[in-house]
């Protein structure tokens, strides 16, 4: 089969294919993007898995707990890239399912509209309690409340 | 659809599990920035609810949901990427099913006695 041809099928399977299949130059890049950012989730996330659900007993995670992790300037960092990562895969992933599913122009053109504007008020949320904060500053707060 | 009856299972479970996790997402990060309104603010009153056992084995499902997709992925990435990768989708899905039952035993074995114990 010509790569041509194999574009012909649903879902590209290659660079070329996905060359060939997409409507635009936006499309290739997120299709790639999709790919090399999925490679770096795998590690991102499963080590935020670890951390909080077998480092730790996810049903003892409370409000000092959360700011002690949040006062590490290594744990902001990481999770500046699992929130930058996972926010654009994830919502770029939904973007597919209404393309895949939402048929009609009108209704599809809504539910993107919506997503985009909850995904980026949401994003800018994540963005302000990694680096809006200083939790020292809150971590000593907590420290005074519970020897209140 | 596009590979046969393998593929069609690993692409559904591929979306189902990328839709969760997503949407979780989206709800995760809400939760977590509950903690800028402080100590006295309204996160404690959240987690109440996710340390629930109904939310918790749903937090299970998320774990589950993540490595699927997460090793579905880099099955995908193989394919689309190598000149044998197509060849040995099967077996390599096989691969994800059972790495993905094996990382579960750990997690399931750690996560439901702490359900059980009621914290
Ligand atoms: C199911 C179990 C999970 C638990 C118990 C959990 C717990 C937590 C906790 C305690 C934090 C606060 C800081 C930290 O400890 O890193 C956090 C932050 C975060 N988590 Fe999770 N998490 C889970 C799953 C996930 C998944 C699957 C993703 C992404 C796909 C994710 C993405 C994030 C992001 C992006 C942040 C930073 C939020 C912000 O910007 O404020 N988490 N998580």
Same mark, same amino acid.
């Given at each position: 089969?010509?790569?041509?041809?194999?574009?012909?099928?649903?879902?590209?399977?290659?660079?070329?294919?996905?060359?060939?299949?997409?409507?635009?130059?936006?499309?290739?890049?997120?299709?790639?993007?999709?790919?090399?950012?999925?490679?770096?989730?795998?590690?991102?996330?499963?080590?935020?898995?670890?951390?909080?659900?077998?480092?730790?007993?996810?049903?003892?995670?409370?409000?000092? /707990?959360?700011?002690?992790?949040?006062?590490?300037?290594?744990?902001?960092?990481?999770?500046?890239?699992?929130?930058?990562?996972?926010?654009?895969?994830?919502?770029?992933?939904?973007? /597919?399912?209404?393309?895949?599913?939402?048929?009609?122009? &009108?209704?599809?053109?809504?539910?993107?509209?919506?997503?985009?504007?909850?995904?980026?008020?949401?994003?800018?949320?994540?963005?302000?309690?990694?680096?809006?904060?200083?939790? &020292? &500053?809150?971590?000593?707060?907590?420290?005074?409340?519970?020897?209140? | 659809?596009?590979?046969?009856?393998?593929?069609?299972?690993?692409?559904?479970?591929?979306?189902?599990?990328?839709?969760?996790? +997503?949407? #979780?997402?989206?709800?995760?990060? %809400?939760?977590?920035?509950?903690?800028?309104?402080? =100590?006295?603010? =309204?996160?404690?009153?959240?987690?109440?609810?996710?340390?629930?056992?109904?939310?918790?084995?749903?937090? %299970?499902?998320?774990? +589950? +949901?993540?490595?699927?997709?997460?090793?579905?992925?880099?099955?995908?990435?193989?394919?689309? #990427?190598?000149?044998?990768?197509?060849?040995?989708?099967? =077996?390599?899905?096989?691969?994800?099913?059972?790495?993905?039952? %094996?990382?579960?035993?750990?997690?399931?074995?750690?996560?439901?006695?702490? %359900?059980?114990?009621? +914290?």
């Amino acid at each position: 089969m010509s790569t041509a041809q194999r574009a012909k099928a649903k879902r590209p399977r290659t660079f070329d294919e996905a060359r060939a299949m997409a409507s635009s130059s936006s499309e290739l890049g997120w299709w790639v993007f999709m790919r090399i950012s999925g490679m770096l989730l795998v590690p991102l996330a499963f080590i935020h898995l670890w951390a909080n659900n077998m480092a730790f007993n996810a049903g003892e995670i409370d409000f000092a /707990y959360v700011v002690a992790r949040l006062q590490q300037p290594g744990v902001r960092i990481f999770n500046s890239f699992l929130l930058l990562f996972a926010m654009l895969h994830g919502v770029n992933g939904l973007r /597919y399912s209404i393309e895949d599913y939402v048929r009609r122009p &009108e209704r599809r053109f809504l539910w993107k509209m919506i997503l985009f504007t909850v995904a980026g008020i949401i994003f800018i949320f994540g963005v302000m309690t990694l680096w809006a904060f200083t939790y &020292e &500053e809150m971590g000593s707060a907590v420290r005074a409340l519970g020897s209140e | 659809m596009y590979r046969g009856r393998e593929g069609q299972w690993a692409f559904v479970l591929h979306r189902i599990s990328g839709v969760a996790v +997503a949407l #979780f997402l989206l709800l995760h990060v %809400i939760d977590i920035s509950l903690v800028m309104f402080g =100590p006295e603010g =309204p996160f404690e009153a959240f987690l109440v609810f996710y340390h629930n056992w109904p939310f918790r084995v749903g937090l %299970i499902a998320v774990i +589950a +949901a993540v490595v699927y997709h997460g090793l579905n992925g880099l099955r995908i990435i193989v394919m689309d #990427f190598t000149s044998w990768g197509v060849r040995y989708q099967k =077996p390599m899905w096989y691969g994800v099913l059972g790495l993905t039952a %094996i990382i579960g035993v750990p997690v399931l074995w750690k996560i439901v006695p702490e %359900i059980l114990r009621g +914290a």
